[in-house]
Nanobody
Framework: QVQLVESGGGLVQAGDSLRLSCADSGRTFSNYVMGWFRQAPGKEREFVAAISRGGSYKNLADAVKGRFTISRDNAKNTVYLQMGSLKPEDTAVYYC????????????????????WGQGTQVTVSS
């Protein structure tokens, strides 16, 4: 089974960088498309980034392009979200998720496509 645990959140200042990690304790991590979503207070959860099983394909939300990158290390069963030039509007709970279906870019932004979710990690960016 897939069990996802996020880490790396915290309180930072605008302009800072932060790296989130999401580790899977299972043995099938490389079989999953991995995604990051976030939910700000009072708002719906939104797509941030996704990466294909082997890492060759990536999709990022327009709001984070040029500032965030997604990567994965299948040997470590871990997906990363490197966040730079952070803004107060990036403040949210960040969730990682796993989708066992093959990569389709249109699918990656749909939270309903993901089969497993982590518990989330809080990122707070002060101005």
């Amino acid at each position: 089974q897939v069990q996802l645990v996020e880490s790396g959140g915290g309180l930072v200042q605008a302009g800072d960088s932060l790296r989130l990690s999401c580790a899977d304790s299972g043995r099938t991590f490389s079989n999953y498309v991995m995604g990051w979503f976030r939910q700000a207070p009072g708002k719906e959860r939104e797509f941030v980034a996704a990466i294909s099983r082997g890492g060759s394909y990536k999709n990022l939300a327009d709001a984070v392009k040029g500032r965030f990158t997604i990567s994965r290390d299948n040997a470590k069963n871990t997906v990363y979200l490197q966040m730079g030039s952070l803004k107060p509007e990036d403040t949210a709970v960040y969730y990682c998720a796993a989708d066992r279906s093959p990569w389709r870019v249109q699918r990656t932004t749909d939270e309903g496509a993901y089969d497993y979710w982590g518990q989330g990690t809080q990122v707070t960016v002060s101005s």
